[in-house]
């Protein structure tokens, strides 16, 4: 059950992930940052003495409920690890999968939840600038932690329940399909980056698209946000034009507003897999090579689909 819509919970996590980011134990002068071993553990908030006191209720990966004393003072962000999970550590700058519920911490009122169902919340990047890294630091999966959010001119203090449900590969993970005949042939480095090589033969008039590894994900809908990784080729020449794996993180543009040809290739698909696409001008850039660089270009992507938010509603 939805105490507020998820438009409201989605305003109260940015929020508050602004805050713990400008906010914390650390001198404001000097920022804490990881060390050179890039230890994160020194850069996550400290337990106090309202983390410490919310008792929670109910199952880990599932809503739940905090409950705490009303009216307790939060001067800053405030950190306690209710339950240790054994899975991997979380680091810096990976992309974590978490799950939350708000509460406010002066009258108790439950906000919102977010991320205890699929496609509700995409994973978050584990730094500083997001700050994540202050909530989360370097806390396991199947942790669950108590967070003490400060208030501020706009609201109360808020007390949080953090579920860190699992660590998002950069790759796509799902199973390999057969290739698909006469479409371009792709080959994968260790880290999972493409490359491809464009067949001898004419450009195709017509949208093609090959699933190269089948996820087994939440499908993207209409209007998504996905995080993604792409490279893609021009066919006339082979040669690429763009990629997320040279740019040194995947790719997030809020309600997927890509060429149509690129937008096909994504409906429909379970995170986790990976898309090949050939599309004709007409679903790319246009005809015109005069109004994009690309115009009038037969274009090839592979896409890696990492994780979709559905659009948010109310």
Same mark, same amino acid.
């Given at each position: 059950?939805?105490?507020?819509?998820?438009?409201?919970?989605?305003?109260?996590?940015?929020?508050?992930?602004?805050?713990?980011?400008?906010? *914390?134990?650390?001198?404001? $002068?000097?920022?804490? %940052?990881?060390?050179?071993? @890039? +230890?994160?553990?020194? #850069? =996550? &908030?400290?337990?106090?003495?309202?983390?410490?006191?919310?008792?929670?209720?109910?199952?880990?990966?599932?809503?739940?409920?905090?409950?705490?004393?009303? *009216?307790?003072?939060?001067? $800053?962000?405030?950190? %306690?690890?209710?339950?240790? @999970? +054994?899975?991997?550590? #979380? =680091? &810096?700058?990976?992309?974590?999968?978490?799950?939350?519920?708000?509460?406010?911490?002066?009258?108790?009122?439950?906000?919102?939840?977010?991320?205890?169902?699929?496609?509700?919340?995409?994973?978050?990047?584990?730094?500083?600038?997001?700050?994540?890294?202050?909530?989360?630091?370097? &806390?396991?999966?199947?942790?669950?932690?108590?967070?003490?959010?400060?208030?501020?001119?706009?609201?109360?203090?808020?007390?949080?329940?953090?579920?860190?449900?699992?660590?998002?590969?950069?790759?796509?993970?799902?199973?390999?399909?057969?290739?698909?005949?006469?479409?371009?042939?792709?080959?994968?480095?260790?880290?999972?980056?493409?490359?491809?090589?464009?067949?001898?033969?004419?450009?195709?008039?017509?949208?093609?698209?090959?699933?190269?590894?089948?996820?087994?994900?939440?499908?993207?809908?209409?209007?998504?946000?996905?995080?993604?990784?792409?490279?893609?080729?021009?066919?006339?020449?082979?040669?690429?034009?763009?990629?997320?794996?040279?740019?040194?993180?995947?790719?997030?543009?809020?309600?997927?507003?890509?060429?149509?040809?690129?937008?096909?290739?994504?409906?429909?698909?379970?995170?986790?897999?990976?898309?090949?696409?050939?599309?004709?001008?007409?679903?790319?850039?246009?005809?015109?090579?005069?109004?994009?660089?690309?115009?009038?270009?037969?274009?090839?992507?592979?896409?890696?689909?990492?994780?979709?938010?559905?659009?948010?509603?109310?």
């Amino acid at each position: 059950m939805r105490i507020r819509s998820l438009a409201a919970v989605s305003t109260v996590v940015a929020t508050a992930l602004l805050l713990s980011a400008c906010s *914390g134990s650390t001198d404001p $002068e000097t920022p804490a %940052t990881p060390d050179a071993a @890039g +230890d994160q553990c020194t #850069v =996550a &908030a400290e337990p106090g003495a309202a983390s410490d006191s919310v008792t929670i209720e109910g199952e880990f990966g599932e809503v739940s409920t905090a409950v705490f004393e009303t *009216g307790q003072s939060v001067e $800053e962000l405030e950190r %306690t690890v209710v339950v240790e @999970g +054994d899975g991997a550590r #979380v =680091a &810096a700058d990976e992309y974590v999968e978490y799950a939350l519920s708000a509460f406010d911490g002066e009258t108790g009122e439950r906000l919102g939840d977010a991320g205890y169902e699929d496609g509700e919340l995409l994973p978050g990047i584990n730094s500083e600038a997001t700050g994540l890294l202050q909530v989360i630091g370097c &806390a396991t999966v199947g942790s669950r932690l108590s967070v003490a959010f400060p208030g501020s001119a706009q609201a109360g203090p808020q007390l949080y329940i953090v579920d860190v449900l699992g660590i998002t590969p950069m790759a796509a993970w799902g199973e390999e399909q057969e290739p698909t005949p006469g479409m371009p042939e792709v080959t994968l480095a260790e880290d999972g980056a493409p490359t491809v090589v464009i067949p001898d033969a004419d450009a195709p008039e017509e949208l093609q698209i090959a699933v190269l590894k089948e996820g087994d994900g939440v499908e993207v809908a209409t209007g998504d946000t996905s995080l993604l990784q792409y490279y893609g080729v021009d066919w006339a020449t082979g040669e690429t034009f763009d990629q997320s794996w040279s740019n040194g993180a995947p790719l997030v543009l809020e309600g997927n507003p890509y060429v149509a040809g690129f937008v096909a290739a994504l409906e429909g698909q379970k995170v986790g897999s990976q898309v090949l696409v050939v599309m004709p001008p007409s679903l790319g850039y246009g005809e015109d090579p005069e109004a994009h660089d690309l115009g009038g270009k037969t274009l090839v992507f592979v896409i890696d689909i990492l994780a979709t938010q559905h659009p948010i509603v109310g």
